[in-house]
């Protein structure tokens, strides 16, 4: 190739990567180029977060219908229940008559569940009903006198179904007296009552959404495994939320309200599938002009591109809306089918919706960054993350140690470290100073020894994370700050791409308009364009 035509060639290239590294203000300057892709991330905020918000006013309504009926049930089906749960179960009960009544209180009150309940409850069906169930050791003899002990270990299960329409005739008395409810107690291990119930939310309607039909499977379980003298019950609700079958609102404000947000919902896909194009046409233009430059740089030095240049092609802001961009159209997808009553995907459409906006708003960071000031924040975290992971890696081994230790020496004394997961949270806390003084205070006094090995254990613990690991992880950031304020003021690092680029001027790009846009408030001195590149 000619040298004339490589130095136009050279030219171009340095032209065009100059505008690609330029921010949306200079952009507008040079070419009079619309930063479509800001307006648009911009305008998508706006619309993701308010989005989010009628969801989650939507899904509050759904979380307090669940937590509120859990407690309904309690009340009605847990003889004795105060409103108080012990630690992780419901209530106690510590006689064979509390056992029998509590049992017999539970198939009582399922039978007259339409006479006392406030709720909209009903049964699931006719054919629905009460299946008890009993496990229990096989035949087996116990004498306390003389610590005699003649059991079989395997476990039998037997259980009874017991439908309402049973339980209001006159035969229900013989199946409740039957040998199925004479419980031997040093062979029994539980006694588990299932039934489903149905309900309908019409809380809904005041906040103008068509109400939900809720499938409750509830759960009681009497627990005897440990045979302390002590029975545990448990109560567990499992609910579903079900498309009505049949419903008739008459009411043309609820109808509206829902066309209005679905519509509204459909603009929010839109904005996401144009930011979607757009940051993906970024990414591939960035590619190919990543590949020219790296073409060129061989062909005219005979060597290849380093890796950190390579990468300032590659942008992860744009990786990053594209990610957010793809959950929010899916998530707003099942949020249109959920409001329209086709799906109950809660949950689901939760975690992409609320992620996605995450996401939008870390996105905002990118667009700070053309502000020097807030620059230093975002090069400080990109500089220090590759330290801090892997002093993390280092401090995480002993934390872990930590962690097994408290959990078997500690766990038969200290509520707070009876398992792997309880402990790993309570040393989490102390590291960050919570919760200290009850930590120390709620050690049993059983064991001198393990006391003694507590202190020792809680005081290493705190004197090493808190005095030593926790200042050396802040020291970690504090250089890298140093470190970039340094750069700001002596220069970057200069790489092949730098130095490219250093040569080239921008005149051409660089025409004073006499009227700008607001975007451009955030114009930069010029001295401070060969600072770096920001990406």
């Known amino acids: 190739m000619a040298q004339s035509d490589l130095d136009l060639k050279e030219a171009v290239l340095k032209e065009d990567l100059k505008f690609y590294f330029m921010n949306p203000c200079e952009k507008y300057r040079a070419r009079h180029q619309i930063p479509w892709k800001?307006?648009?991330?911009?305008?998508?905020?706006?619309?993701?977060?308010t989005q989010l918000i009628f969801f989650g006013l939507s899904n509050q309504?759904?979380?307090?219908f669940k937590e509120e009926n859990t407690v309904a049930f309690k009340h009605l089906f847990l003889k004795g229940y105060s409103g108080v749960d012990e630690d992780d179960y419901s209530c106690s009960i510590y006689t064979q008559q509390d056992a029998y009544d509590s049992i017999f209180y539970v198939i009582n009150q399922y039978r007259q569940l339409k006479n006392i309940s406030l709720g909209t409850l009903g049964y699931e069906h006719e054919e629905s009903g009460l299946k008890i169930c009993k496990q229990q050791y096989k035949k087996g003899t116990m004498l306390t006198s003389n610590d005699t002990l003649n059991l079989d270990v395997s476990t039998e299960t037997e259980c009874i179904f017991l439908?309402?329409?049973?339980?209001?005739?006159?035969?229900?008395?013989?199946?409740?007296?039957?040998?199925?409810?004479?419980?031997?107690?040093?062979?029994?291990?539980?006694?588990?009552?299932?039934?489903?119930?149905?309900?309908i939310a019409l809380q809904t309607i005041h906040a103008r959404e068509l109400p939900d039909c809720y499938a409750f499977q509830n759960t009681i379980t009497f627990n005897n495994r440990a045979h302390s003298g002590k029975i545990k019950i448990y109560f567990d609700s499992d609910t579903d939320i079900q498309e009505c079958k049949d419903w008739h609102i008459f009411s043309s404000v609820l109808q509206k309200n829902t066309q209005y947000i679905l519509v509204f919902d459909g603009f929010v896909i839109l904005s996401c599938?144009?930011?979607l194009i757009l940051c993906t046409r970024s990414i591939v233009l960035a590619l190919r002009l990543q590949k020219r430059f790296v073409n060129f740089f061989l062909e005219k030095y005979k060597r290849h591109v380093c890796h950190a240049d390579r990468l300032e092609?590659?942008?992860?802001?744009?990786?990053?809306?594209?990610?957010?961009?793809?959950?929010?159209?899916?998530?707003?997808?099942?949020?249109m089918e959920i409001k329209a009553k086709n799906l109950t995907s809660y949950d689901v459409c939760s975690i992409l919706l609320g992620t996605s906006t995450l996401f939008v708003w870390v996105g905002v960071i990118r667009y700070l960054g053309y502000f020097q000031t807030y620059n230093v924040l975002i090069l400080t975290m990109q500089a220090s993350l590759p330290k801090v992971l892997r002093f993390c890696c280092c401090a995480g081994m002993i934390y872990l140690g930590y962690t097994f230790c408290g959990w078997i020496v500690l766990g038969p004394y200290h509520e707070k470290f009876e398992d792997l997961n309880t402990v790993a949270e309570c040393l989490f806390s102390l590291v960050n100073g919570d919760d200290m003084f009850a930590t120390f205070a709620q050690i049993q006094q059983k064991s001198t020894?393990?006391?003694?090995?507590?202190?020792?254990?809680?005081?290493?613990?705190?004197?090493?994370?808190?005095?030593?690991?926790?200042?050396?992880?802040?020291?970690?950031?504090?250089?890298s700050y140093d470190t970039i304020k340094k750069y700001q003021q002596s220069g970057f690092p200069v790489t092949d791409l730098h130095e490219f680029l250093k040569d080239h001027g921008s005149v051409g790009y660089r025409k004073?308009?006499?009227?700008?846009?607001?975007i451009c408030c955030c114009r930069r001195q010029q001295s401070d364009d060969n600072l770096i590149l920001i990406n």
């Open 512 to 518: 004073e308009q006499t009227s700008m846009p607001f």
């Open 38 to 49: 800001l307006a648009l991330q911009i305008l998508k905020i706006l619309m993701v977060t």
């Open 449 to 479: 020894l393990v006391w003694v090995f507590s202190r020792l254990y809680l005081y290493s613990f705190i004197s090493l994370f808190i005095y030593m690991i926790l200042s050396l992880f802040i020291a970690l950031i504090t250089d």
């Open 313 to 335: 092609f590659i942008n992860g802001w744009y990786v990053l809306v594209i990610i957010s961009d793809v959950m929010t159209i899916i998530g707003s997808i099942l949020k």
């Open 163 to 199: 439908k309402p329409q049973e339980l209001a005739s006159k035969n229900a008395e013989l199946k409740l007296n039957s040998s199925f409810f004479s419980l031997e107690f040093y062979r029994l291990i539980q006694v588990e009552i299932s039934f489903k119930l149905k309900g």
């Open 273 to 275: 599938f144009a930011s």
């Open 61 to 64: 309504l759904v979380v307090s």
